[in-house]
């Protein structure tokens, strides 16, 4: 049984992916800000999974002692560490950058960038002591493709540098007992997709139809990352769901397969 820690689990696509590995048998270690969200989360999941399997404990990623301390409390649980998973990560409202707050800059960096390096830091120190181990890194808009939104421009640095971080990562510890990759999920449909709100209404408009033709749900996503990381055996791995070839696809299907997926999150 394999023990999966994931950052920023007790919402959006964090906490579907600690599901989908329950169901594959995993235990697993819920993280979040709020000590409340975290138990709200254990309790939920404990009413469909064997308990003994579930760990929950608050920290901020931000934080660098808190980080630390969250490894410690999970291999005290559980005895080990298999795979961290570095999910955390903030977004902002689509706004010009001169008009972003000073403190939103703070917390997008921190939280994407800064803290993916130290949950980078702590796991790769206890995957390396420990013999064994996986580390992977949760790409988003910015991180590959080269495009650019405007209003976005804050978020989409925070990723690319964290893609760059991730590729070298995965050349220094080419040769150890530890695998490094990334997970690109593309658009996925959660409350930090949802909040990116702002701007003139006919670029809205454009952005949701874009979304409804590329988005998809956390449960369609989730269980197919938490399974290709459970086979991968390949050190500097991109696990990708939506790739180049499944974009092209949406886009050709789009005149004759109307999709509204971000319908059921207006409201809500």
């Known amino acids: 049984m394999k023990t999966v820690l994931i950052t920023g689990s007790t919402r959006g696509l964090g906490r579907g992916l600690a599901q989908a590995f329950l169901e594959l048998g995993c235990a697993v270690v819920i993280n979040g800000r709020r000590k409340t969200d975290v138990d709200q989360v254990v309790q939920a999941l404990a009413q469909t999974h064997d308990p003994d399997r579930i760990g929950g404990y608050a920290g901020d990623v931000c934080d660098f002692e808190q980080v630390q301390a969250l490894w410690g409390a999970a291999q005290e649980r559980f005895g080990r560490v298999d795979i961290w998973i570095n999910n955390a990560g903030v977004s902002h409202s689509l706004d010009d950058f001169w008009k972003l707050d000073p403190q939103v800059v703070k917390a997008v960096l921190e939280t994407n960038l800064t803290g993916a390096m130290y949950g980078s830091l702590v796991a790769l120190h206890g995957m390396l ?102 086979a991968n055996q390949r050190n500097g791995i991109r696990i990708a769901w939506l790739t180049p070839a499944k974009v092209m696809g949406r886009f050709l299907a789009a005149p004759l397969r109307r999709r509204r997926l971000l319908d059921s999150m207006k409201d809500s």
Do not use: C, H
């Open 129 to 230: 002591e420990q013999g064994y181990g996986a580390l992977y890194n949760m790409e988003g808009l910015g991180s590959r493709d080269g495009r650019k939104i405007a209003g976005l421009s804050l978020y989409g640095s925070s990723k690319a540098g964290l893609s760059y971080f991730t590729q070298a990562l995965a050349q220094e510890t080419a040769g150890t007992p530890v695998l490094v990759g990334a997970l690109s999920p593309g658009m996925v449909l959660t409350d930090m997709l949802k909040g990116r709100a702002g701007r003139d209404p006919q670029e809205a408009a454009r952005a949701e139809r874009v979304f409804n033709i590329l988005a998809d749900r956390v449960e369609t996503v989730a269980p197919w990352l938490a399974r290709r990381i459970l």
